[in-house]
């Protein structure tokens, strides 16, 4: 099984909402990240899970705040958004975030958020 | 600074042509590379990757890519394409797990 799952997979809110994005891999990657695509634009990193530890936040504002309850799950909680946040976000995973060798990342299908 | 390059923002080719895509990489020493694919609204699909050994690289779906230390690049190719290859294609590069960069990507379109 080689799939990365993430729910929902639209999602529209206010600027004054919280909601949360999910996102699942039963492969047994120890790595996991966000990242933002804008329309026609490429992915841009967001924040590295490795072995379920924060290792990686690219200066992203506060108002995302990503979460690793267990290697298999990651989320990322959406609070005070501004419209400028809509957006497609990406999940993936990998099997080792170390520096000890690369691997090539699973996406999954993503979730297209729209911030009103 | 490190960086990739897709000089091509939207190539047409017609079904059953074959396919170039170009990608050139701006590094200190030779990253890995990768190439991946995204239809509209989904998520990317690799395509293959290039670590070391073999400069021609076999992949899913009829896709190949030759990698050239001397030219920084890292170009994808196809020898037949069909109207279900149309979709965005990015090259992308890194040094480790944690730095992955995509080029802008290029659009292909696939004329009947």
């Known amino acids: 099984d080689t799939e990365v799952t993430q729910t929902p997979k639209h999602l529209v809110m206010g600027m004054t909402n919280k909601k949360s994005l999910k996102c699942e891999q039963h492969m047994g990657h120890r790595a996991m990240y966000w990242y933002k695509q804008k329309a026609k634009k490429p992915p841009e990193l967001m924040f590295v899970y490795s072995y379920e530890k924060l290792s990686i936040n690219e200066s992203v504002p506060s108002r995302f705040s990503p979460e690793c309850p267990n290697s298999s799950l990651l989320n990322l909680h959406l609070h005070a958004l501004q419209p400028e946040d809509s957006a497609l976000y990406l999940c993936?995973?990998?099997?080792?975030?170390?520096?000890?060798?690369?691997?090539?990342?699973?996406f999954g299908p993503g979730t297209r958020l729209t911030v009103t | 600074a490190q960086s990739v390059t897709q000089p091509d923002i939207h190539i047409t080719v017609s079904e059953g042509a074959s396919l170039e895509l170009r990608c050139n990489y701006s590094?200190?020493?030779?990253?890995?590379l990768f190439w991946y694919v995204q239809s509209p609204g989904q998520g990317l699909q690799l395509l293959l990757k290039y670590f070391s050994g073999d400069t021609l690289v076999q992949g899913i779906k009829g896709f190949e890519a030759e990698f050239k230390r001397s030219q920084s690049s890292f170009n994808l190719r196809k020898p037949s394409v069909h109207w279900s290859d149309a979709a965005e294609y990015f090259c992308a590069a890194t040094y480790n797990n944690n730095d992955m960069r995509f080029g802008a990507g290029t659009r292909l379109t696939v004329k009947p």
């Open positions: 993936a995973s990998s099997q080792d975030g170390t520096l000890a060798g690369v691997y090539e990342q699973y």
């Open positions: 590094y200190g020493a030779t990253p890995y």
